[in-house]
Every structure is written in C-alpha cells, then in structure tokens.
C-alpha cells in the first residue's frame, strides 16, 4: 500500500500544471475547448486501428476541467475519468471515476501561495484515505528554496521527506533535491537550461534499492516550440504543429531509429 499511496498522490500533484502537452496559455489563446489524443502504433505491420487514448476539455482559463484515460491503449483493461474543479486557477477538489466506478475524491488546501499546503484524497474501493502535508520555505527574494512533505498512509504509517530548490542567476530552476526524513537522498531533477531561458535538458536520478539515471535533451524550432527530444536510451520524440501553434502529430522512434508508435491530436473550440 506504501507504494500504491505515494504513486496516487504524485499523480494528483502533477496534475496542477498538466495540460495535455500543450501549455495553459497557448490553449487559452486558442479557445480550445476539448483535446482529442489519439494513438497510433506503427510498429505491427498491417495494423491499421488507432485508439482515443487521452480525451481532455479545458475552460476558457486554459485549465483542464475533464480527462479521460483508456489504459486499453497501452495494454491494460482500464479506463479512468477524472474530474477537476477550481477557484479562479488554484485546483480545489477533484474527483475520479475507474471503470465507471468511484476511485477516490481529492480536496486541496492553500495558504498565501499558489501550492497546496494539504491534499486530502479518500479511496472509495479500500475505505480508506491519505493526507499530504507542505510545508514551503522561502529565500529573501520569495522563492521557493525548500518543502517539507508528511503524507499519513492508509495503514497509518507517515512518509517524510524535505526537498531543496536551486536556481540560477537567472532565477531559473535548475535543481530540485529530494531526501528522505533521516537525510538519505531519494531523487534529483536537474534542468540545464540555455541563455534564453529554454530547456536543453532534464535530468532524473532515483536513489535507493534501486537506483536509476535517465536524461532528455531538447532541440526547438524557429517559433521556440520544442521541435524533438532524445533521451539516454536514444529513444527520440518528433513534435509537429498545426497553424495555431498547438500539437499535431508527436512521432516516437524506438533505439533503432524506427518509427514506433503516432500520438494524433484534434480539437474543439469554444464558440
């Protein structure tokens, strides 16, 4: 269960800032009102059929109010729906629904910033619920420097850990440090970050049982959209845009160079 709670709550934390690999803004700019992302694999020969994999609809803020999930897609016999509810933009409940039944509620908890100090979730299938707690240390100039984060588990046992931020001159993150409560390190996000500000690269580093490494390197294109990726396993990612500036097409090549599978995306707008 340990395990199980963690995966659940970082779910739900990386959730704030998700937009369907289009950002906020430029879904706002657009009106969009409903991203449509559909997948198509490439890598049987013959294989002709696509799969809606993620349905999302997003309010005129650019934020996501509905997000479907088939899990099919990928294998597994499972479908998720999760519903997102908020005040102005800060994200205060949302709720979810697997295989047309409840899976779990979340409320979120804020203070004086824009991160939540409490995220409490309730777990339909086990009875059961799981409380995170924040707490955000800041530096002179008001960012950010450090968190601590206590989450109480179904079985009652509470996971601690701080992590510490690192920016540069800039003030861009480029570091995000994570240890356990008696100091061991749990993992590291590094951002190598050009002189424009723009991503080139994000390192991943776990710790622990089993540790593991693993780095993407961006290139952008002249409009400063990201044009393709390529990670430490050479698994390289090809990003094409339609006259609006949202996504197309994303094109995933195996190690081998060949083309694996095609994320299609298609939209609505508000009127």
Known sequence: ???TGIAILVSLI???GYAQDNDSATLRKNGVAEVM????VHAFAGETD??????IKVNNRGRVTYHKVDMMCMGYESQEETFFYYKGDKLVSLSSIRDNENFLTSDYEYSDGKEPTAIRSFLFQTNDSM?????????????????YSSVSQPDGTVIKSRSYARYNKKKELVQLYTLNSDGTPREM???????DG????IAFTSYGDNPSFSQTFYEYNQDGKIANTLNTVNQKQEYLY??????SNVLSYNPKGALEIEYIYKYKYHK
């Not at 992302?37 to 198509?40: A, E, R, S, T, V």
């Not at 723009?198 to 690269?201: A, C, F, G, I, T």
């Open 1 to 3: 269960m340990r395990n």
């Open 14 to 16: 990386s959730v704030l």
């Open 37 to 40: 992302k559909i997948q198509f």
């Open 50 to 55: 696509s799969c809606l994999m993620d349905h």
């Open 131 to 147: 409380i995170l707690l924040n707490q955000y240390f800041r530096n002179r100039k008001h960012r950010m420097d450090s968190s």
């Open 189 to 195: 996000v590094s951002n190598e970050v050009d002189d």
């Open 198 to 201: 723009k991503v080139k690269s």
């Open 242 to 247: 339609n006259e609006k500036g949202l996504l």
